[in-house]
């Protein structure tokens, strides 16, 4: 079974300053890890993809995220926040390998981020 | 990557009618996958469309009500069934993509907006 928890229904950031935004993930098999955004009236976008290569993912408008196993956690970050970040994040699990679950992706609830002036 | 187009981008039904929404790839895909949004809610997975066999569907999802059809590895119908107000969303087709070097990804249709009135 996998799950994903995004530990923050909403963040606020003003311009210019870091963005954390976290996410801890439940799977039994080798995970693979995603960052969705959703801006509002919009599909989704990927913002970034951990799939067992380098724990250290950086992903576009210069997001990036670590996978810490030890912690089953997949924070999302960006060192300055800008005016078009505000949106909504999705952290999502995929079981890579094996199980019912397979190819099945599981989303987090959402993190609203709010960017002020 | 491939490329989805999902039909329609929105729509209004009448309570108690029934709406089929398509979902058409430009290149044959391993998986694919029917998603719903609720208002102000995260993704929730509704099936698995299966080529040529019956769909799986997750658990809170059945047949009569989300009949899937999926006739070969490019192209997925999902029909949402007797529309009551509570099945207003936004319905999202997705493919999963498995590339030569193993490293795999996903898309996702632009969505279906639904009303029901």
């Known amino acids: 079974a996998q799950s994903v928890t995004q530990l923050d229904s909403h963040v606020s950031v003003s311009e210019g300053t870091p963005v954390l935004l976290r996410c801890n993930y439940s799977?039994?098999?080798?995970?693979?890890l995603f960052w969705y955004v959703q801006h509002p009236n919009k599909g989704l976008q990927l913002l970034l993809k951990y799939t067992s290569a380098a724990t250290l993912v950086k992903g576009i408008n210069g997001f990036e995220a670590e996978f810490k196993k030890s912690e089953t956690s997949f924070h999302l970050t960006k060192p300055s926040a800008h005016m078009s970040d505000a949106a909504e994040y999705f952290c999502v699990v995929s079981d890579k390998a094996g199980g019912t679950s397979y190819g099945k992706l599981t989303f987090g609830q959402g993190t609203i981020l709010t960017v002020h002036p | 990557s491939a490329v989805i187009s999902q039909k329609p981008s929105r729509d209004i039904c009448q309570r108690g009618t029934s709406l089929t929404i398509q979902c058409q790839v430009d290149?044959?895909?391993?998986?694919m996958f029917w998603y719903r949004q609720q208002p102000g809610q995260s993704l929730t997975l509704i099936a698995t469309a299966n080529q040529g066999s019956e769909a799986t569907y997750e658990s809170g999802f059945v047949i009569d009500k989300f009949p899937i059809s999926r006739p070969n590895l490019t192209f997925s119908t999902l029909t949402v069934s007797n529309l009551s107000p509570e099945d207003s969303s936004i319905y999202l087709c997705s493919v999963l993509i498995l590339s030569r070097t193993d490293n795999y990804g996903y898309t996702f249709g632009s969505g279906t907006r639904l009303t029901v009135v």
């Open positions: 799977s039994s098999y080798s995970p693979s």
């Open positions: 290149s044959q895909v391993t998986m």
